[in-house]
């Protein structure tokens, strides 16, 4: 039975891995889509966004069955639990990766945001990028000093978002409302992807050391 029971903690963390790197094709194509409007890619992420939510409702069925069956205590049933959060994470992540690409669908052939802001885009988006591509690792293998890298990217994406803040509400800036709403929103999004990254790297660490690390405020 105890062999069972590792057999489908395994399986959970596999399914976790695998959710994870479909969302990390997803916001390559969603941030390719949005700085380059590029609609066929934007078009791929929206319809893909399903396989994403379809593995992470397996994965929670999955973990609901073990809770049930196996009644985990202490370490496997933190292992179970974080399971179900991180997956909602990733859920949550994937959304937001289709937003960018609906960003970019809506405002297809013209690009997103005005041309004074597009290269904070293009550094938020390979910020995000990259997280989510060490997200991936990190779930693999419980690697803390990754969750560290994923901490320390996720502040260079804030200071990005809020540097995007600035200059929409300056007296400088000279946008139309919907480049305003476009830019803040878009924005939001890619600071909010990142966001949930933190919190599932919070989580593993914890799994890995003990050690709590309190979520960002955002």
Sequence with gaps: MREVFQQELREVQDGLVEIATLVAQAIEKATRAFNESNVSLAEEVIADDH??????QALDELAITILARQQ????????VVSAL?????????????????????Y??????????????????????VEIARKLVTLLENEDVELAKAIRNEDDKVDALHLSVFDKVLGE???G???DTVDSTLASRYH????????????????????????????
Aim: charged share 25%; hydrophobic share 45%; proline share 7%.
């Design 51 to 56: 396989l994403i939510d379809q593995r992470a």
């Design 72 to 79: 985990p205590v202490a370490r496997d049933l933190r292992i």
């Design 85 to 105: 959060r991180i997956s909602a994470s990733l859920e949550r992540m994937g959304d937001l990766a289709t937003h960018i690409s609906q960003l970019a669908r």
């Design 107 to 128: 405002r297809f052939p013209d690009k997103v945001v005005p041309k004074s802001l597009r290269p904070t885009f293009i550094e938020m988006g390979a910020l995000d």
């Design 172 to 174: 400088t800036w000279k």
């Design 176 to 178: 139309q409302a919907v």
């Design 191 to 218: 600071e909010r992807f990142a966001d949930h990254a933190v919190a599932i790297a919070q989580k593993v660490d914890y799994l890995a050391t003990g050690d709590w690390v309190p979520e960002p405020v955002g």
